[in-house]
């Protein structure tokens, strides 16, 4: 694990400013990461998503397991070079989306069969199959395959949490490479036992980063919030912590507020292709008639490439003509929104900062222009 | 007019370099224009568009008339800041989109009613209101309002030919601003005797340049090119000359071979939205297994981003998954062909190396890797 190396630059509360070195470069976080889950985020260039300042892209195991399938891209040289995206990637376990298809999976202690979406043929993952996949995908930072349950169902939460430990025991065990970070899955729902119990077994294990998952799947705010503070204060300082799957605003200050260090999701491209803006002040939906003749950026304090160039009637008429630059200006403008919110909280917290700012921020957020 | 010149550079044979000074710049031709019928060129950003190489873009009067309607875009600066496109603009003058609404236009001696594609309300546009529409929008070089007959009818194509006579003297009338160069349309069909007669007409009128129309239209590739060289035989020298709406790379040489300075088509942009690729030696299919694990890019001989970048394999695997980068990367490389082409053209000119480039070129691109 020596290509691996996490040193905390600052902590202003529970914020955390850190830097995580991997075998295709330092992430500095708090960092927001744009998914890309069919090796590719969505109708980016790489060139592109590399412009608006993203450090590391996620890319989806199961999507990949299922097509074009881990060999194949293990035969062009990894996703890595597959994708042309030489800064550090991460990949999911798979768990969550074999979880979702909560009709056409079936779960045992060894691993889980489910229907592929693709032409319906069984598939299976499991603990091992998962690293193996992962292995052959090569990313920087890979994840154990754990098992998320429905986040307010007390006994199901218990069950899948221990399991999700022996399954994280069994990956730790499948994993041959040494140029890759494996890391650990805190679950048990909005639990406070649980939850406590999990992040104690998984913190024992030796991973050199955890992540908090089973969390922004239909909890409230508060269960979220509450659960990310309790499970940090049980993580160790000294690794980098991982919320997955979480992308607003809110949610990121919300999050580095109480020590979470990466954040992924898919929200701002799959808000791009819906025509919605996110904004340090809302949303805007470009769709609206009111944007026919509006000169304004999106958001005239943005430095993102769009908002430097195009007005919101420009957008509005590329929505409106169902034209694919829409959705591309507008991922460039969500994803930039995040990785800049990043940038700026790391800004605060190495200025010790960071109370103030997201104090501030965070009513901004509530107003509305 | 004194915003526009026209010097001829080179001579090779019939084929011609020249530089054409606009407002928004000079233009070296030969010059192949991607369309950007909506104001976009479909799935990239200007900037892509500018790095790939081009030097002008097409816009489309018909759709951007109906949507979002000339007095907005004239409201927000006029097409160049509202698409955001500092380089050269060629707006079309939409008779050839009106007239081919067969079913539902109705053309009078004035000008074309019509049924918008888009809400089904009937539409008028005629010599007059073409030019105010091109005025509003603003490009560099605007076009008359002319009628594309059926190439093949001689008895309607005389007709279509006289009235776009008539018509290109109206739009003379009609034109009042000094910033735009508005290029004379040459009709006729594929016969020679009305070619002739268009070409001669066309030609006394006066216009700062001359556009042929009415060709790829269904005609075969021998009456297209006879058709070409007759009309450039009586055109005058000292003015740049337009071919509408052609674009394979073998038209593109057999084009210059016969002094067309200008191009333009959706050909590259479309190809690339069904998953093929041009290149110097034939269309490749990208959806086609063959290419699933080969590692080469679309083209060695190609410096587009997309070659230097990207496998077969990654592109055969984003058309395979849908994923919207794929006409992304393709049209990169489909535009980029023909803009290298027509730049490829336009040294051999200079190096009065015309006739062997172009007999190797066509030679190679009949045949297949």
Redesign the interface.
């Known amino acids: 694990m020596t290509a691996f190396s996490w040193t905390l630059d600052a902590r202003d509360g529970n914020a955390r400013a850190g830097t995580f070195t991997t075998p295709h470069g330092k992430l500095s976080t708090p960092v927001f990461a744009p998914v890309g889950t069919?090796?590719?985020v969505?109708?980016?260039?790489?060139?592109?998503v590399e412009e608006l300042g993203a450090q590391m892209v996620l890319a989806n195991t199961y999507?990949l397991f299922l097509?074009?399938g881990e060999e194949?891209v293990a035969?062009?040289g990894g996703l890595h070079n597959?994708?042309?995206w030489n800064k550090p990637i991460l990949t999911d376990s798979g768990g969550f989306q074999v979880f979702s298809l909560t009709q056409t999976r079936k779960i045992d202690e060894d691993g889980v069969s489910f229907k592929s979406h693709i032409d319906g043929s069984i598939k299976r993952l499991s603990p091992e199959t998962s690293i193996q996949v992962q292995e052959k995908l090569g990313a920087d930072i890979i994840m154990a395959f754990d098992e998320c349950a429905v986040p307010t169902d007390y006994d199901y939460s218990r069950l899948a949490m221990r399991r999700t430990h022996a399954w994280a025991r069994r990956c730790l065990e499948a994993k041959t490479r040494g140029d890759q970070a494996l890391f650990g899955i805190v679950q048990g729902g909005v639990f406070s036992d649980l939850r406590a119990e999990s992040a104690r077994e998984i913190s024992a294990m030796g991973f050199p980063g955890h992540a908090i998952g089973g969390l922004s799947v239909g909890e409230s705010k508060a269960d979220m919030y509450r659960t990310i503070a309790e499970v940090n204060s049980i993580l160790p300082e000294d690794k980098p912590r991982y919320l997955m799957g979480v992308g607003t605003p809110e949610d990121l200050i919300e999050g580095v507020r109480r020590g979470v260090d990466i954040f992924d999701c898919v929200l701002p491209t799959r808000l791009a292709r819906h025509n919605s803006a996110m904004t340090m002040r809302g949303r805007l939906n470009l769709m609206n008639a009111s944007f026919?003749?509006d000169?304004r950026p999106i958001d005239s304090g943005c430095g993102c490439?769009t908002c430097q160039?195009?007005?919101r009637?420009?957008l509005r008429?590329?929505v409106?003509?169902k034209?694919?630059?829409a959705?591309?200006?507008l991922s460039i403008h969500n994803l930039y929104t995040l990785v800049h919110l990043a940038e700026t909280m790391r800004a605060a917290i190495l200025e010790s900062n960071f109370e103030q700012f997201a104090r501030v921020t965070l009513a901004q957020l509530q107003s509305k222009e």
């Open positions: 069919q090796a590719t969505k109708s980016l260039t790489p060139a592109q999507h097509r074009p194949l035969g062009l597959f994708m042309r026919a003749r000169e490439y160039q195009f007005s009637a420009y008429h590329l409106n003509a034209e694919m630059l959705a591309t200006l």
